[in-house]
T-cell receptor, first 112, second 112 residues
């Protein structure tokens, strides 16, 4: 089975901290994505990557950056956490030729 | 740009009732369409998909038909169970491996 693993289920951080959310997939997928989930808004794309060291902005990239140094790992970085970044963060991966995206279990981040 | 609109919830049903969750989309070309399900405390799982007009996706008693003429992909189930209680997301994808665009999600609660 495809597995997408996010490093933390729950995180509590202080305003202004630099926050790293890690995601690892074990199926050699080319494409990886970071989404943010908020009630009533569904999932909104923050950043995505089609290859190592490659990144593209999604719909809401402000306040975030990403890193993909290895094919299996895609990191989301909150440069200076703010309370409006309190949310559920979901990582996903998919192959170039497939139509299904596989999701991690999510990281619920609270910024206080 | 692409967008997905689905009915707001929560939808509350009694066990064995008929379920319909409406989903309409706006996109250029011929996207693939999906329903994902999120059970409490978990990430998203693919429920069903359809990749071209008039295709019917089905899984676990759920069905949805890709209607190009009405740009719709409504989710149906003839007899819901308590275990179907979850949040359901409609999504589209322009081409294989590409990002998913999600609707706002619909929470379903099934009472015994």
């Amino acid at each position: 089975d495809v597995k997408v693993t996010q490093s933390s289920r729950y995180l509590v951080k202080r305003t202004g901290e630099k926050v790293f959310l890690e995601c690892v997939q074990d199926m050699d997928h080319e494409n990886m994505f970071w989404y943010r989930q908020d009630p009533g808004l569904g999932l909104r794309l923050i950043y995505f990557s089609y290859d190592v060291k490659m990144k593209e902005k999604g719909d809401i990239p402000e306040g975030y950056s990403v890193s993909r140094e290895k094919k299996e790992r895609f990191s989301l970085i909150l440069e200076s956490a703010s309370t409006n970044q309190t949310s559920m963060y979901l990582c996903a991966s998919s192959p170039n030729t497939g139509t299904e995206a596989f999701f991690g279990q999510g990281t619920r981040l609270t910024v206080v | 740009g692409d967008s997905v609109t689905q009915m707001e919830g929560p939808v509350t049903l009694s066990e064995e009732a008929f379920l319909t969750i409406n989903c309409t989309y706006t996109a250029t070309g011929y996207p693939s369409l999906f329903w994902y399900v999120q059970y409490p405390g978990e990430g998203l799982q693919l429920l069903l998909k359809a990749t071209k007009a008039d295709d019917k996706g089905s899984n676990k008693g759920f069905e949805a038909t890709y209607r190009k003429e009405t740009t719709s992909f409504h989710l149906e189930k003839g007899s819901v169970q308590v275990s179907d209680s979850a949040v359901y997301f409609c999504a589209l994808q322009r081409y294989a491996g590409n990002m998913l665009t999600f609707g706002g999600g619909t929470r379903l609660m099934v009472k015994p």
